[in-house]
């Protein structure tokens, strides 16, 4: 059976310091794994997305996320926080044994404050 | 490529009324996803298509809600007769076969049932 948990449902942080969304799955077989930010009001973007290459995955706008297989966690962090980063965050499981579906967690609210 | 298109992007309706959203996936993709999404219920896959086929209605809320694709650049979903409670956005997506190909979401349509 595959999920994903977001164990946060909101974090709040000040500008410029680290932001830090967890991510853990359970998947029957090796995934992709895939984070999305949502901006109030708008639709969904790829922010970076793991496939079985490196494990450290570079995304855009300064976030990463470590892929941890005996953990079974794919957080996703940024080394500063920007007021634009304040969005809705959904960490998403593709398993590479059932390419038909793509699982969601419930999302996190990034709140950033001045 | 334009990405994943919806029309319209804005829909107010009376209720009773029957409601048409539209999708246009990107080009060489084989899956088409529609999702719904409410402040109370989150993100949720309503129906997913592959090769223009249905392959999971079991997110569609009931008799109301249909969805086509009867070609690969086209899909609709279908309200009738829609309610105050499918007041929401709809999103779709689509993604190539890979397992390592992500989703693209269209801009959604913001549905409005007074």
């Known amino acids: 059976a595959q999920s994903v948990t977001q164990l946060d449902s909101h974090v709040s942080v000040s500008e410029g310091t680290p932001v830090l969304l967890r991510c853990n799955y359970s998947?029957?077989?090796?995934?992709?794994l895939f984070w999305y930010v949502q901006h109030p009001n708008k639709g969904l973007q790829l922010l970076l997305k793991?496939?079985?290459?490196?494990?450290l995955v570079k995304g855009i706008n300064g976030f990463e996320a470590e892929f941890k297989k005996s953990e079974t966690s794919f957080h996703l962090t940024k080394p500063s926080a920007h007021m634009s980063d304040a969005a809705e965050y959904f960490c998403v499981v593709r398993p590479l044994g059932n390419f038909n579906k793509f699982y969601f967690g419930s999302g996190t609210k990034l709140n950033v404050k001045p | 490529d334009a990405g994943v298109i919806q029309s319209p992007r804005h829909e107010v309706t009376e209720m009773g009324q029957e409601v048409t959203l539209r999708c246009k996936p990107i080009?060489?993709?084989?899956?088409l996803f529609w999702y719904r999404q409410t402040m109370m219920r989150g993100l949720e896959l309503l129906i997913y298509f592959n090769n223009n086929v249905p392959i999971d209605d079991s997110g569609m809320p009931e008799d109301r809600f249909s969805a086509k694709m009867p070609n690969a650049s086209f899909s609709t979903l279908k309200i009738q007769p829609s309610e105050p409670r499918d007041s929401a956005v709809y999103f779709c997506?689509?993604?190539?076969?890979?397992?390592?190909?992500?989703?693209?979401f269209g801009p959604g349509t913001r549905l409005t049932v007074t």
């Open positions: 998947s029957s077989y090796s995934p992709s």
């Open positions: 793991y496939t079985s290459a490196a494990t």
């Open positions: 080009s060489g993709h084989d899956y």
């Open positions: 997506a689509s993604s190539g076969t890979s397992g390592v190909s992500e989703q693209y």
